[in-house]
C-alpha cells in the first residue's frame, strides 16, 4: 500500500510515498547533540522498491532511475510525525500543539512528459491501481494540470521571454483573464500545503513559497511543456544556438519558442528589448484581462404589446391578418442591446454601463479608479465597435449604454454580432428561446409515417422498410405549402408563432421549399424512423431532417419507447416459479418490449432490486413464446436457441443457482473452466440448452466460435465490464449473432458519458454514430464544454433504451420491503478448491482413526473451521501473510459488489467471525477503495470503539466500509449509517446472523437494508445453508446456539456435506 | 551593376551593406501601410517629391536595413544601414502640441466617446481629424513646417531615401498602434487618459487607485526582466495536520462540482490576432502565421490532458 505524494522543488518535480512502517521507528542515534538538527528519516517513507513498483504500474516502464533523498516539512507532534492518512499509520490523538519538522522521503524526480502522464492517470481517481493511492496534493497537482489543459485549449496565452539565472528563455505564458483567474484564484485556495511543503535535502529553510505562487509556477511551466510538446521539434545544439546563426534577435526568439528547452542567447540589450517589446504588444490585452468585469451584451425583446383594443381592430403593428397565417405573427417593436458589466467575483451582479460611466456613491465600482473603469469601457466599446456597427454609432454621444435595433437587426445581431462578439471574449445574454440550440423552435422537415394498429407479435421487427411523407414544421406547428410561401414572403427573420419568437431564416425556407418539392414521400427501416424518433438528427439539402410525426402504429410504439409506458404488462411466464414485485413485473414487461422489436435494453436498476429475476422471467418468457409459435404452427422452423448470458467469474454460480429457483425448467450449462466444450462440441451442446453462462475472460478467449452460434439473446451482467470499447472483450459482445441484447448494470450508466458508447454500441449498433462523432458530438461538449444542451440530447437519445429505478425512489417502488436478505453464491478459486480437497482428505483419514466421543468432536469441529477458513480466503487457512488479491472467489465478489455500492454512496457492515480474516479485509478493501475501512474486533478498547462507531455514523469523513468481528460487533451497536449488511462467513445459527444484522436495521434507519449472505457454492457452506434453511422453523431447538449439533452428525451425513462438488470451482 | 545617378551629382553604389536581422517591412510589395491613418502619414512623404529617392527607401525598408527604430514625445530616432560600414543617424522632429491645445481638444474628445474608444482598441477613429481641425489643428503633420528630418548620410537633400526607409516603417508601426501618432505628437496612453477624465468627471482625475485592481497599463521599456518578478512575501505552512495534508471532510456526496471548463475556439490564435503585429518585427517569418500553427496543433494536445488522456 502506498500513497503518492508530490511537491516541486524548484522547477523539479518530485514523487514520494507514504507506507505503513515495516519496523518501528528507526533508532535514535545518541551522543553529542549536532549543531544543526540531524534530519530524520520519515518513518513511513515507502523507499526505493514501494515507489519504483508503484511507477512501473502506472507508467508502465521499468528500470527507474535512483531515487533522490528531499525533506518534506511535516506537521510534528511529540517528535512523531503526522502521516497524512490513517491507512499508514495510526494519527496520533495528541492534545500537543504541532510543529513544522523536516522529515527525509526518498522521491523520484519526474521528467516533465512523465509527470504530465502520471497526474492524467489521476484525474477523478480515488484509487490508481489496487493499493496505490493519490494523496489530495497529488489530486491537487493533477487538478492544476487540468487547468493548465484547458488554458491549451481555449489557446489562453502568448508567447514571451523571461531571464533567469543569468539564461534568457522564450516562454510560452498563460492569459488568466477573467473566470481563468477566478479558477487560479480557486486552485490556489484548494491547494493542500504538503504540495508545497518539499526542501532540498540540504536546506534547513522551512518552505514558505506562496501557494499562490507555486501553483502559477506549475502551471506557467506545464503549459509551457504542453505547448512545446506538441510543436515536437528537435533539440539544437547550444553550440549552434550560441553562433549568431540567427539574423535577428525575434528569429532567435520564434526558433527558441520552438525549441523543447527554449533557451535563447543573444546580445543582452537586444534580449532586454525584446522583452519590453513582448509587453508593448501585449498592452491593449492587459486592460481587459485584469478587469474584475466582463463586458456584457443583453439583448432585450420588444416589450410584449398589450392587448388592446387597436390591436384587436387589427389595426395593431403586426402583420399577422394581411399576411393570412394565422397564429404567426411579426411583432415591430424596438428590441435593445443594453450594456452591462458582469462581476467575475459574483456572475449575478450586474451592473448597467449607464451607472458605470459616474458611479453614484454606494456602487459597486465605486472601489475601483474611475479612470480604470472608464479606460475598460471605452477599450471594450472600442473593440465591440468594429464588430457591430449599431454599437459603433452608439458611440456617437456621450455615456453610450447601448442601442436600439429593428427585428431584422435583431437577428443580424443574434446570427453575426453575438457569435463575433462572443468569441471576442465578451458576454452575451441572449433570449432564451434562442440559446436553447436543439430545443429551439425552428424550421425543419420531419417524417409523417401513417400505420395500422399496432399488432402485437406480428413478426414485425425493426428491419421492416416503412414508407412516409414529408412535412415541413416550424417547431411543432406543421406548415402547408402555402403557408410557408407566405412566409418567405414575409421576409422576416424572426416571427412569433402562438407567442414564441422562431427563427425563420430566407435560405432555409427555400431549401424546404426545395427539399419537399423533390422529396414528397420518403422511405426508411424502422430503425432509421426511431433513430429520427429519439433525437439523432442530421441535415439533408440545407434542411434539418429531424422528429418524426407518427401516427398509427408507429407512434404508438415511438411513444411507449420514449414513454416507457403503455406497453403490455405481462403474467408472469408459466414456467417462472417465484413471485414478481410490481416494478419487476413492469421491468420484465419492457424488457419483453424491446425484446419483441429487436431492440437492445440496459437494465440498470439499483443493486438488490432484482435484475436478475427480471432477466430471467424475460428469458423464460421468450422461449415460451417460440415454443407457442412451434406449436401453433406459426413458424414450424423455428426451434428454440439459447441464451448466452456473460458475468464476472465471481457470480456464475449466483446465476446458475438464481436460475434454478426461479426457471427451474431451463436447462443451464456453464461454459467454465479448463474442461469447457470448443468449437463445434461446444455449438452442439449449447444448441440443447436454453442458457449458457460465461465469464467476461472467456468471451473474449472464445470469441471465435461464441459467435458462430446463433443465440436467443445475449445477456451481459456488470455490463460496465465492457465500457472500454477498445477492449478485446468489448470487441467480442459486439460480434455476438443474437436476437435480442440486454445489458445489467447497477452503475449508474447514464452518467458516465464515457461509458455509454460501448454499451450502446452492443446494445443497438450505429444509434450514437460512429465513436469519433461521439466524442465530438457528446464527450467533449458533456465533459469538457459542460454543455448541458449535449447532455440533454445525449439522455434523449440514450433514454429509451435505458431503465434505471432507485431504490430510494418510493413513487415506483413502493412496496419493497425494509429488510432484503439475499444471497451471494461464491466461487472458489482453484487454489482454494484444491486446499479444500486436501483438508477433506485431511479430515477423513483423521476420522477413520478415530474413535467415537470427544476426539470425534474435536476433528469435526476443527474440520469445520479449516474448511471455513479456505472458502473465505487460502491466506487466512495457511496464515502465511501471503497476498491477498486474485486468490478467493468470496473476496473477489465482495470488492465487485461494494465497486457498485459505493458508487452509489452507501455505506455497508462486513461481519466475518474470525478476526484475522477481519484484519485481511480492511486490508484489501483500504487498498482496492483507497479509503480507510474501519475494523472492530476483540481486541479494541472501549474508548476506541466508541469512537469508531461515533466517526462511522457522524459521516464527517469519508468511511464508507465498516468491518466486524461477529463477535465483538454482532450486539448492542448502533451502525444505522449503513444500509448494506454482509456476512463473509456464515454463523450456523440465523438468529446470530440477525443480530448482526439489526445493528443496522434497526430504529433510525432510514432507508431499506439489504443483507448479503455469502457462501461458497458447491461447499460445505452451500450444505449448511440448505440444512438451516430446512430447519428455519426449529433452528433453536435442533441447531442450537453453536456448531455442535453437526458433530452429531453420521460420517455418511457429514461426508456429503463437507463434500466439494465440482460447481464449486470458479476458474 | 549599373550604377545610379541621383541627379545631384553624387555617384553611389546601388547595394547598400546587407544587414541581417533589420527590422523588416510587412509589406513585400506595392504600397506600405493598411490602414487609412499610416496612408495619411505616407502620403505626407509622398507629397515631398522625392522622385527615385523613394522607391529606393521602400526597398531599404522591405530588405531590413533599418535596423532600429525608437520613439519619443516629439522626436524618431533611428539607425539605418547604407553603404558606409557605419549606420547612418536618422531623426524626425514632429511638433508636440501643447498643454492648452490638448485641453481643447479633449473636451471635443470627451462628447464623441467613439474617439477614445476606437483609440483604446487600437484604431484610428475616422473623422478624429475634424476634431483637431476644429481647434484649427492637425493630427499628421502635414507640411515641411510640421516635420524637422536630418540624416547623417552624405546626400543633402532632404528627405534622403534612408529618412524615407523609416518613414515608410513608422507607417506599419502606426498600423498596428495608431496611439504611437498620439506619442509622437506628445502625448502617452495615460496622459490621454487623464485628459479625457476631465472632460468626464473633472473632480476625480489624479486620484490613485483604491483597489489598485483595474491598474492601468505599465509601460516598463527598459527594465531588466529579472525586475518583473516582484518580491514575494513568504506564506508559511499551516502547521494543524488535518489542514497540511488537505485532510478537509469529504463525504462521497459532495464531489466537487466540475466548474472546469475547456474548450478548442473556432477562430485559432484570437489573443495574438487581436494584439496585431509585433513592434518592429525583423524575424524572417511572419509571427501571426507562426503562432497560429502552434495554437492550432497545440489545442487538440491541451483538450486531451484537460480529459486525462494523455498517454
Known sequence: MIILHAGRVGKQFFLWGESPAESETPVVRRGRKPKTPIVKPYPYDSGFGNLSSALEVLLGSTGWKETEKINVWIPTTGGDPVPSSSLVAEIPDSKAEPALAPWTVHAYPLEAEEAIVLLCACMGKRVLAPGIIPGNDLIWWAEALKFAGSLVAGQKYLPGIRGEEGEYRAFWEPVFSGEDAGELAKLVNQMPPAARALTPEASSMLPEMPAALVARQFIEDSLDWIVRSEIGEKKLAKEIRKRKSFDSVHDAWVSALKSPDGLIYGDEKELLQLAARTREWQRPLTILTTSPFRFCFRLEEPAAEEETEENEDGRGDTKKGREGIAD???????WYVRYLLQSYEDPSLLIPVKEAWKPKKGSPLKRYDVKNIRQFLLSSLGQASSISSGIASSLESPDPSGYSLDTKEAYRFLTESAVNLSQAGFGLLLPGWWTRKGTKTHLKAQAKVKGKKLQAGSGLTLEKVVSFDWEIALGDRVLTIKELQALAKLKAPLVKVRGQWVEVNGSEIRAALEFWQKNPHGEASLREIIKLAVGASEKADGVDVEGLNAIGWIGELISRLKDKAGFEELPAPE??????????????????FLRQWGIGACLADDMGLGKTVQTLALIQHDLEQVEEQVEEQVDRHKAPKPVLLVCPTSVINNWKKEAARFTPELSVMVHHGTSRKKEEEFRMEAMNHAIV??????????????????WAGAVLDEAQNIKNPETKQAKAARALEADYRIALTGTPVENNVGDLWSIMEFLNPGFLGSQAGFKRNFFIPIQAERDPEAARRLKEITGPFILRRLKTDTSIISDLPEKMEMKTYCTLTKEQASLYAAVLEDIEGAMEDSEEGIQRKGIILSALSRLKQVCNHPAQFLKDNSGIPGRSGKLARLTEMLDVILENKEKVLVFTQFAEMGKMLKEHLQASFGCEVLFLHGGVPRKQRDRMLERFQEGKEYLPIFVLSLKAGGTGLNLTGANHVFHFDRWWNPAVENQATDRAFRIGQTRNVEVHKFICAGTLEEKIDEIIERKVQVAENVVGTGEDWLTELSDEELKDILALREEAVGE | MAAYWDGYGNYEPTKPIEVKGGIKAKSKRGSFAQSWWAKRWIKTLESFNMGARLSRGKSYARKGQVTSIKIEAGLVRSKVQGSNPTPYSVTIKVRTLTGSEWELLAEIIALKPI?????????????????FREI???????????????????DWSNPCKHIAAVYYLLGEEFDRDPFLIFKLRGVDMDDFMSILGKGFVPETVGQVAEAGVLTGPDDKTGTALEAEISPVSPEPLPIGPEVFWGRLPESPGEEKSPSLEAHIPQAPAALP??????????GEEDLLEVLEEIYKKASPAGMMIFLGERK
Open chain 2, 273 to 282: 490576432k487581436r494584439l496585431g503585429k509585433f513592434p518592429f518585427w525583423c
Open chain 2, 115 to 131: 474617439f477614445a474608444a476606437k483609440l483604446l482598441a487600437g484604431e484610428m477613429p475616422e473623422d478624429i481629424d475634424s476634431a
Open chain 1, 328 to 334: 404567426i405573427e411579426v411583432p415591430e417593436g424596438h
Open chain 1, 575 to 592: 414456467g417462472f416459479s417465484g413471485t414478481l414485485r410490481p416494478y419487476q413485473f413492469r421491468g420484465y414487461s419492457w424488457l419483453a
Open chain 2, 136 to 154: 484649427g489643428l492637425s493630427l499628421f503633420p502635414e507640411t515641411l513646417d510640421d516635420l524637422e528630418t536630418d540624416c547623417s548620410c552624405p
Open chain 1, 693 to 710: 453462462i460465461s465469464s467476461y475472460g472467456l468471451l473474449q478467449r472464445d470469441v471465435k466460435f461464441l459467435k458462430g452460434v446463433p
